[in-house]
């Protein structure tokens, strides 16, 4: 009991107070623009370009794939098509997000030596920037799709439930990773291989049914997957996800972002001697 207490306290005591939120707000509200400009400077599209990747490779998958897999999705073509691009969001917004903040803390390492700053800020700068391109770029298409599909507006409200468990996943991968990568500078060509294993554990251009029954409980190990399921029963089926599907996306969300903040925090202090 005594021990559970102190844990909690530990934990609670790790978490930013109300002054240091109103910093982080305003450190996010300057390196989130700055990362956005930096990385789409002379580019004529800008954000868009978060989109038209989807479209592209929702039109290859749909090409090479469709007509075997429109079967579980109501014989139509049409459907498929509709299916693999929001899986193709899901898991875009992941790898961006994720591969990202992965470098944020080492790249802005000289910064941090000159400058006293939140270190936590530049990881979620990275998830925040990738946020704000969704909802500019993909978003809109995405609640299009919906109304297409379901005639409901409610649909597109429903639609940021599984969008905000991805994005606790995301933040908690984010930290994870930004933290290690200060320790290990390989860690990069690593984390390549996880995000092919997760995009490839993800129903992304395949159904889950036709994952084999034994294999299943490993393909929901994934924390993409509920999600993924999520958004097409809103957005195709025009029907509430099933709150399986809800508890296993928010459940992992915050079990990653928690293990997530608790490592960068416990570890944070050693950043400064290999920065």
Known sequence: MILTRKKTLNFIDKLPSGNSIKRYWELLSVLIPQSLNARYRGSFLGVYWSLLN???MTGLYTTIFGATFASYFGDSIVNYMFAAFTGLLVINFYNSSTTQALSSVVINGDLLNKIKLPVPVFPLAMIGANIFQFIVGSFPLLAIVTL?????????IFLL???IALVLVCTGVGFFVSALFVFFRDLGYFYEIATFIVWITSPVFYPAEIVPARVQPVLYLNPLVPI???LRQ???D????ELIYL???FLSGIIILTLGWLFF???QSSFMDLL
């Open 234 to 236: 809103i957005s195709l």
């Open 161 to 163: 439930f599984p969008f």
């Open 238 to 241: 025009g029907t509430l996800p």
């Open 228 to 230: 993924i399921e999520s």
């Open 54 to 56: 989807p479209l592209i």
């Open 247 to 249: 508890l296993r996306g």
């Open 265 to 267: 925090r416990k570890v």
């Open 148 to 156: 297409i599909k379901t005639h409901n507006p409610l649909n597109i």
